[in-house]
């Protein structure tokens, strides 16, 4: 299971060492995010394809930038374009590659306007202490066998559907929901993005009390402090939300089940319940903070943009020598491990998904939104046409290619393309198509016969396209 705490970043190169490909890539790297599928272990095997598809160490096009971990690897190599379809990522990766000197100044301005506060701020808080009282007695109770409370905290805790009208669960609970929504309407609060983390998400996927701080911390980063650090601070936010959410593994895919089929209380899930819900976010997110305002990016005029790759490929064509892809290859649309921070990041009020066969007014039990990215390359009638666009449009720019892919099937996530029919539609558009295997501790060429070898299914392959041969 991933760490609470945040990564340790690795040391800078020591002063007036000369840099290889290598030393780039190991240098000042972290996590930013828990995310499923990085490709950070992979960094060094994917530096080394580029260089083989384009010896000139032209500019990089990062099509898929996700969490951002292969952009910055690779920026004190080459030149990056790190563009993705959300806006999280965007964030992310603008914290990451932006040029700028590091400054732990930045980290002290915002502590003092965090400590002197503001009414608005106050508004929030007060709005939702029922709330935040409710919580804090379910979670003693839990620790005694009490366990009815902090379950319907979960399961029916939305102020959203309080809100709507449509607050469920025991009547004590819904008394607070609706005191609460009707606090935070009198105060002008619904619909406003400084009670977005907690009208969304509280209760579901973070305490009432961290969602409440999470919405300070994202006020004062939006209108306290220089625009020009937004992403900055926004990005230290995101990475404390992954910290903080109390889900398995980290993801964002669905709130936790504290309750079987059966009704009967998961015992195990309780420790972890009263643990993730008592995390610090105001520390944690200091932590985060200072990490960004220190890090500095190797390499300089690397570009940042949230751009749908078809978008990406035509808005920067002439700029870039290669292209890196990293699509998704399994029905798994990544949006939905994401769409929390998605939401945080754009702090809006977005329509929710309803469940299937549910009622109009019924929220979905992940609260994911209602115009969540659906990825071509998630969709089996689609992932074809997907692919060929890919191929077709980096090629007509005069670009070499290198695709991230995992040709080994899963039983829980079968792949939506087989690898021959990728290689066939990677060679109508390129001369030369090349297999490189990938395992995290060695890479090599692969030719068909080797993928039929025994090989571990988390196992990926690089697909090296030349123009010529």
Request: aromatic letters at 8%; one cysteine or more; charged letters at 25%.
């Amino acid at each position: 299971m991933p760490s609470n705490e945040p990564p340790q970043l690795q040391l800078e190169l020591r002063e007036g060492a000369e840099a290889t490909p290598s030393d780039a890539l190991e240098a000042v790297v972290f996590r930013p995010i828990h995310y499923l599928g990085s490709k950070l272990r992979l960094a060094s095997a994917i530096a080394d394809a580029l260089d083989s598809a384009d010896a000139t160490r032209g500019t990089v096009l990062d099509l898929f930038a996700g969490s951002g971990t292969t952009a910055l690897a690779l920026a004190g190599h080459r030149r990056v374009i790190a563009s993705d379809i959300q806006e999280y990522s965007r964030v992310i990766c603008s914290a990451l590659l932006a040029s700028r000197s590091a400054d732990s100044d930045i980290v002290s301005t915002f502590a003092a306007r965090l400590q002197a506060g503001s009414p608005r701020l106050d508004a929030l808080r007060q709005a939702v202490e029922p709330l935040v009282q409710f919580e804090r007695d379910a979670l003693h109770a839990a620790k005694h066998g009490e366990t009815d409370a902090i379950c319907l905290v979960l399961e029916h805790g939305s102020i959203l559907a309080a809100e709507r009208g449509v607050a469920s669960g025991s009547s004590e609970l819904q008394s607070r929901l609706k005191e609460v929504a009707k606090r935070m309407k009198l105060a002008g609060l619904a619909g406003s993005p400084l009670a977005t983390t907690v009208r969304y998400f509280g209760g579901a996927y973070f305490s009432y009390a961290q969602a409440v701080e999470l919405d300070c911390l994202a006020a004062l980063a939006y209108e306290a402090m220089p625009s020009a650090l937004t992403d900055v601070f926004t990005a230290a936010l995101l990475s404390t939300a992954s910290d903080t959410v109390n889900t398995v593994g980290k993801q964002f895919a669905q709130p936790i089940r504290p309750r079987n089929k059966q009704g009967v209380v998961k015992q195990h899930l309780l420790a972890k319940i009263d643990r993730d819900r008592h995390l610090d976010v105001r520390t944690k997110y200091m932590t985060w903070l200072q990490r960004y305002a220190l890090h500095r990016t190797r390499g300089t005029g690397h570009v940042v943009a949230r751009a749908d790759y078809r978008e990406a490929l035509t808005q920067f064509a002439g700029q870039y020598s290669v292209v890196y892809a990293d699509p998704p290859y399994t029905r798994d649309h990544y949006s939905r491990f994401y769409h929390v921070l998605e939401t945080m990041a754009r702090r809006d009020n977005p329509s929710i998904a309803r469940s299937p066969g549910s009622s109009d007014d019924e929220l979905s039990r992940g609260l994911y939104r209602d115009d969540r990215h659906q990825s071509p390359f998630c969709i089996r009638s689609q992932a074809p046409g997907a692919f060929r666009d890919l191929f077709r449009l980096a090629s007509q720019t005069g670009a070499q290619m290198v695709v991230s892919y995992s040709p080994f099937q899963s039983g829980a996530h079968p792949r939506l393309m087989q690898i021959d029919a990728l290689l066939s539609l990677a060679r109508d558009f390129y001369k030369s198509v090349e297999l490189e295997s990938v395992d995290g501790v060695s890479h090599s060429k692969l030719n068909h016969s080797s993928l039929n070898f025994d090989m571990p299914p988390e196992a990926e392959v690089l697909i090296v396209c030349r123009l010529r041969r």
